[in-house]
């Protein structure tokens, strides 16, 4: 199999280990998407890409550059997780709440404004406010503003950066970090970065001690938006019930045993079908090669994911032989 990894860092610990599991027996080619301009790359990424189009590609980039790749990936029949219509639905904050709540999850009330300047106009809030960037990407604003001062100091901040409102929901300080891959439930616990001590480490939170209810939340997610790999951020909003703040296409899942082979599995799978699928329409006879290699890659049970720094081991040594197309 030839399996194709969007990403402007294909040592990311999550990559590497992926990588590290399938070679030498399937091929694992980087693809860079390039930087966060507007459109797909004219350059070396897009033809290059499609003069050689592997079995599989996995979307870890969320730029425009990279969705737009991964959107021409498919429409020349490449199979993309997830997919680039599904990322997208998770990168406009207003759009991803009402798709949330109308599916009947319970996801925070999320209110569009302009700028955070309009907020800091309207004078003291009622209450703690959370302000995030209306897109999602990384390092965007998310941040608590429990008054008109700091309102104003973001506004300062980020003066023309399109914004969303929660209320602030008192809870314990820590986020529930719910990871799917698959199917397949990961958790952690980790300090919330709007804790008055800042973001913390992530901690382990086995997934049978969550509520049912929190783990149903989570696995609804993907069903609602197409997703097969996500992240989902919940709090507990009292009494156990959860409360999600926030969903992530493609997230780093990092130091989560078995993640790695979950991910592994799906590619492969995935990578498979597709390969079945194009000997159907071609009319040839051969629609279990793609099942035989799969098998072949004797990646099963979930015991060896490691920590970040074993992971990043992993990373060293392999992106070495990650072709970079």
Request: with cysteine; net charge negative.
């Amino acid at each position: 199999m030839r399996i194709g990894l969007v990403t402007a860092d294909p040592g990311h610990p999550l990559l590497a280990a992926v990588t590290e599991l399938l070679t030498p027996k399937h091929q694992v080619v980087w693809l860079d998407p390039g930087g966060e301009g507007q459109g797909p790359d004219p350059g070396l990424a897009a033809s290059a890409a499609l003069s050689s189009l592997a079995d599989v590609y996995l979307l870890k980039a969320r730029t425009p550059r990279a969705l737009a790749l991964a959107a021409l990936l498919e429409e020349h029949g490449a199979p993309v997780l997830n997919s680039a219509a599904a990322t997208v639905r998770c990168q406009d904050r207003v759009e991803l709440a009402a798709v949330a709540r109308a599916a009947g999850l319970p996801f925070a009330g999320t209110a569009a404004v302009a700028t955070v300047g309009e907020l800091a106009a309207a004078g003291e809030p009622d209450g703690p406010l959370v302000i995030k960037s209306r897109f999602s990407r990384r390092h965007d604003l998310v941040a608590r503003a429990d008054g008109a001062v700091r309102l104003r100091e973001l506004a300062a901040d980020w003066p023309d950066e399109p914004v969303v409102v929660q209320e602030f929901t008192a809870n314990s300080g820590w986020d529930h970090k719910l990871w799917v891959v698959d199917g397949q439930l990961f958790a952690g616990l980790r300090r919330s970065e709007l804790s008055p001590d800042g973001r913390g480490p992530t901690l382990p939170l086995p997934v049978g001690e969550l509520p049912r209810s929190w783990t149903d939340a989570a696995l609804r997610v993907g069903e609602v938006f197409g997703l097969d790999v996500y992240g989902v951020d919940v709090l507990d909003a009292g009494g156990g019930a959860p409360l999600i703040v926030d969903i992530n296409a493609f997230p780093g899942i990092r130091g989560q045993a078995g993640a790695p082979e979950a991910l592994a599995r799906l590619a492969l799978r995935t990578a498979a079908r597709g390969r079945r699928l194009d000997a159907e329409e071609r009319g040839a006879g051969e629609r279990g090669a793609g099942e035989q290699g799969a098998n072949e890659c004797g990646i099963r049970g979930s015991g060896t994911g490691g920590s970040d720094a074993g992971e990043s081991g992993a990373g060293e040594r392999k992106v070495a032989e990650v072709g970079k197309k």
